[in-house]
């Protein structure tokens, strides 16, 4: 009977080199070709400028369109690899020989994951490549697949929506710490059990993975300490009892005397060796966080926002560490901090037209939140830096990803359109999505000239440019008469303003015969106290006062959550219902059965300030809700109310 086959970490790797006389091939595919075009693979291995460069990281997808899809083979478990988003990080080096017609050797070393945490396959691609410049053969990159396919993930812990938002805002370590307990009692059986191995004679595999703290005890005769400490512990002898601690190796030690243990050799301890770890495995492992000081003393070192292991490869191992509360937009290890450095730092240009859907503060703008603008309404955004690695463009299109999305915590949609590195011989992927916009990066100075972006973000230059020819934003639907929600007392009050007062007051929305002409002014009042410029001077303080990364994405979480209750308002003002929120509605008190109903939605310190912020926003949200983005929370909005188990919505 056919067994299926283990679920693989990694589903391929993949050898470029760079020929001088046919360029850019593929040297090596295993475990079979991926059926993608050749040329497209490896010029994505090798960018441009190799050669100028020691060593560069490059990250691209598979599987977004058919013209960079892989082929599946008649293998069980294939459909993983046909059917969903592959990751390929590639790692490019050049290395200077003498011997070589061009004076160096340039070779590049990919693995295809489906896992967005891939960076965790870092260290070991920097030793593999070095290893396959040493042998070059195809045994190789199979004992390259096998390690990496040999590390352990069933015990990561599995967290909710909502476990994965409690997490990323608490700093404290052990939070969700009992998800690590089925974890913990794996750990204890794993080096009880390999102490009996090893007083049995047996021998562990020598590759592969194992937890942090799942090394051999500090003496062989541990596991008989264990069965003394139980001897001890219940018997009222006058020594000091024995104690588990966890020493700064991470190893399990026994505290307490051991003079009178036996010898450690003694053909009855190997024999009752397994008997008495299995014994003592479950009194260790099933103490609890919360009452059991032993597993407190186990647990006390680690952050629970990782999930800690090690993967031998070359006989090293290496540490690997997983972050537990990652949510699927956010892919690498890009660093949302250095993008915004990056447009706010200096002044930063922006040239072009205005557009209703980029400019929500008229020239005044904030860069970050026009970047953040065009990717939620789907243009067609690149990221280009001429002479910086493909990793720097790289890094600049996984964190506008993450930006847009909230940090992953709320939107999606938008790494399926993401193109972290392409040269002009790949630029055709970009074909299938020019309708729904895309984020690309690229390094070739051509890219300027070519008709393939809406937005142009320079990170040598730190400007911006608005594409000229720029589609013509549909007109918002109209937020006057005044909508239902705002209250009976601003409705009645007697004042008749007349079109002119209220254009001034809250700013005209855009119409078919106003477009983007940047002489509109009404269509783009500038406010220097609008919500967008007051965020972002507080990002910008946070950054300049040294606030980590996880407390700048929490803070962009906080700014797109706070998008979508505003265009849920929006919805019930102008469609008198709304699909991705709850109604804004106040907190009620009935007196007759004492009991209150709490309020729900955005709420605003006056509904002048309310009507002027939706009014300047209309657009943008329009344009939002034409995209894939917003489909995918109205399916995730549905998901909230309906489940109250939120899992499947991560």
């Known amino acids: 009977m056919a067994t299926s086959r283990p679920p693989q970490h990694v589903s391929f790797v993949l050898v470029a080199e760079f020929d001088i006389d046919k360029g850019a091939v593929i040297a090596q595919q295993y475990p079979r070709p991926t059926g993608t075009d050749e040329q497209l693979l490896a010029e994505s291995m090798l960018p441009d400028g190799v050669h ?10 598979l599987n977004q369109s058919a013209a960079n899809a892989i082929i599946p083979s008649n293998e069980e478990g294939a459909d993983v690899e046909a059917g969903n988003l592959m990751y390929v990080l590639s790692l490019v080096r050049t290395k200077r020989d003498d011997s070589a017609r061009r004076g160096a050797v340039v070779k590049a070393l990919a693995i295809c994951t489906c896992l967005p945490y891939f960076q965790i396959f870092k ?5 593999a490549l070095d290893e396959y410049y040493k042998n070059p053969t195809q045994a190789c990159v199979k004992d390259i697949f096998d390690t990496l396919n040999s590390l352990d993930l069933s015990m990561v812990p ?3 929506r909502h476990e994965k938002l409690v997490m990323r805002l608490s700093d404290r370590t052990d939070v969700f710490a009992e998800k690590f307990s089925r974890r913990s009692s794996r750990e204890v059986t794993g080096e009880l059990l390999s102490v009996a191995e090893s007083s049995s004679g047996l021998t562990s595999k020598p590759n592969g993975s194992s937890e942090v703290v799942n090394q051999p005890l500090l003496r062989s005769k541990s596991a008989t300490s264990l069965k003394y400490h139980k001897r001890t512990a219940s018997e009222a002898s006058g020594d000091q009892p024995s104690e588990v601690s966890h020493n700064s190796s991470g190893s399990v030690a026994m505290i307490g005397d051991e003079s009178h243990l036996d010898n450690p050799h003694d053909p009855r301890i190997a024999s009752n060796a397994s008997l008495d770890a299995l014994r003592s495995r479950e009194e260790l492992a099933t103490t609890s966080s919360d009452s059991g000081h032993i597993l407190k003393r186990r647990h006390h070192h680690r952050d629970t926002h990782f999930y800690e292991t ?11 560490k997983v972050p537990v509360s990652a949510f699927t937009e956010e892919v690498g290890d890009f660093s949302l901090t250095e993008l915004i450095k990056c447009f706010s730092s200096t002044p930063t240009t922006i040239t072009g037209p205005l557009h209703p859907h980029l400019h929500t503060n008229g020239r005044e703008t904030h860069p970050i939140i026009l970047i953040f603008n065009a990717i939620i309404t789907q243009k067609r955004v690149i990221f280009i830096g001429h002479g910086k690695p493909a990793s720097a463009v790289g890094n600049c299109v996984l964190a506008a990803c993450a930006l847009a999305s909230g940090s992953g915590c709320y939107l999606r949609g938008f790494v399926e359109r993401a193109f972290p590195y392409i040269n002009l ?4 992927v970009l074909e299938p999505f020019a309708a729904t916009g895309y984020i690309a ?3 070739n100075p051509i890219f300027e000239q070519l008709p393939v972006w809406d937005v142009l973000c320079n990170i040598i230059s730190n400007t911006i440019a608005v594409h000229k020819d720029i589609a013509t934003a549909a007109p918002a639907l109209p937020l006057f008469p005044a909508p239902p929600t705002l209250n009976a007392a601003s409705r009645t009050d007697g004042r008749s303003d007349g079109p002119t007062n209220r254009e001034e007051e809250f700013g005209r929305s855009p119409t078919p015969s106003t477009g983007v002409n940047p002489s509109a002014k009404p269509d783009y009042m500038v406010r220097p106290d609008s919500y967008d410029a007051l965020f972002m001077e507080e990002v910008q303080a946070s950054i300049v006062n040294h606030v980590g990364e996880v407390g700048i994405r929490a803070r962009f979480a906080e700014y797109v959550f706070r998008f979508l209750q505003l265009a849920s308002r929006y919805e019930e003002d102008t469609l008198r219902l709304t699909y991705i929120g709850y109604p804004c509605t106040q907190y009620t008190y009935n007196s007759r059965t004492g009991q209150g109903a709490l309020g729900s939605g955005i709420r605003f310190s006056d509904e002048v300030n309310g009507m002027r912020e939706l009014t300047a926003n209309a657009s943008r949200i329009e344009g939002w809700r034409k995209s894939t983005s917003y489909e995918y929370w109205v399916q995730v909005s549905h998901c909230l109310d309906t489940v109250e188990s939120t899992s499947s919505c991560a």
Do not use: M
Not at 123 to 127: K, Q, T
Not at 425 to 428: A, E, F, H, P
């Open 158 to 160: 599995t967290l909710t």
């Open 310 to 320: 090690t993967i031998k490869y070359a006989n090293i191992p290496l540490p690997i």
């Open 52 to 61: 100028l460069l020691a060593q560069d990281w490059t990250i691209f997808f």
């Open 441 to 443: 990066g690229v390094t």
């Open 425 to 428: 011989s790949t630029k055709d």
């Open 123 to 127: 260290p070991v691609l920097l030793i």
